[in-house]
């Protein structure tokens, strides 16, 4: 839906893993917000209003926990290979900003030894790039899980009343939950569009069960929920920062609980730069407002689109529990 802006996945099926990469045909204004109380990020400071760099690449999505950090220098030097990056003297240095989803604990092999697949996860995943991608379990979502469910990656995008789009990217692998209690009723609903993740709508009633805190493992077990909103209106940095914020209610409305002590919640805001604001304070704050319900649309999207793993005791999917 944004010009300008292809999506890559790689796996690696075995390790129940992968990489998601967003690429952005000119370097896109961007920030982000750091929802969760454990965070995994590289380059995130420099997306900060106030810091030097004006524009980014690409952004990068990774499972691996720590590990997946590599992912970013893989899609870096591809990036490199074409050419992209920030002139310094006589060398380039593409910026590719990435945060980490922690999946070591979902039946996948993990035994890599000295050498993660994550380097060449985020080479492949930017050499894949394309207008055409995969949701659910595929790249970054590969290995995702939640509370109760398969986590997954999902999409969701809005038009603006003055022509400008959004587009959230929801990588989720929650703490919590995106389904209210066991039903099959998202929390996401009220801001459903054409039925895209199945048009359930709300329960009747909300028992009390279902406002109980449920999370996934243990409290201190890691889990984060990550994604972009992408926009091709003219963003400053710091519209940019206002955006990442104003998305994070939307992963707020979308999972219960979220932004927990061993989250990792966080959220880049892009801006490819093609529809100005005409009126900045207003349009800023419908772009914000869309972007929520959007994130939210995608957390709900990219679980009842997910698979669940092929391993022994693995998490069901949404419609393995809630076939109709």
Not at 46 to 67: I, N
Not at 87 to 99: E, K, L, T
Not at 299 to 313: I, N, P, S, T
Request: proline fraction near 6%; charge should be negative; include cysteine.
């Amino acid at each position: 839906m944004i010009a300008g802006l292809t999506i890559g996945h790689a796996e690696d099926i075995r390790a129940a893993s992968g990489v998601t990469a967003l690429l952005f045909e000119k370097p896109a204004v961007a920030s982000i917000s750091i929802l969760g109380g454990a965070p995994g990020g590289r380059d995130t400071a420099l997306l900060e209003p106030e810091m030097t760099v004006e524009g980014v690449d690409a952004l990068v999505f990774s499972g691996g926990s720590a590990f997946g950090l590599d992912a970013a220098g893989g899609a870096q030097c591809a990036l490199l290979a074409r050419g992209r990056g920030v002139p310094v003297g006589s060398v380039r240095i593409p910026i590719v900003p990435q945060a980490i989803i922690f999946d070591l604990l979902n039946g996948g092999g993990k035994n890599w030894g000295e050498w993660p697949p994550y380097w060449e996860l985020g080479r492949r995943a930017l050499y894949n790039a394309a207008g055409e991608f995969a949701i659910g379990s595929a790249g970054a979502g590969l290995g995702a899980t939640t509370a109760n469910l398969k986590g997954g990656f999902g999409v969701a995008h809005a038009r603006t009343r003055f022509g400008a789009v959004v587009q959230a990217f929801a990588v989720v692998n929650a703490i919590g939950s995106a389904t209210i209690g066991d039903s099959p009723y998202f929390w996401a609903a009220p801001y459903e569009r054409d039925a895209e993740f199945g048009g359930l709508g709300m329960p009747q009633d909300i028992p009390a069960s279902a406002l109980s805190l449920k999370v996934k493992g243990h409290a201190n077990e890691p889990a984060t929920t990550i994604g972009a909103v992408v926009t091709d209106a003219v963003l400053t940095k710091a519209q940019a920062k206002r955006l990442a914020i104003m998305a994070g209610d939307g992963l707020a409305r979308a999972i219960r609980p979220s932004h927990a002590p061993m989250d990792g919640d966080t959220i880049f805001a892009a801006a490819t730069g093609a529809v100005p604001l005409a009126d900045p304070m207003m349009n800023l704050t419908e772009l914000g407002m869309l972007a929520a319900d959007c994130f939210a649309r995608a957390v709900a999207v990219g679980v009842y689109e997910a698979k669940a793993l092929a391993f022994a005791g693995a998490l069901p999917d949404w419609r393995l529990r809630h076939a109709q």
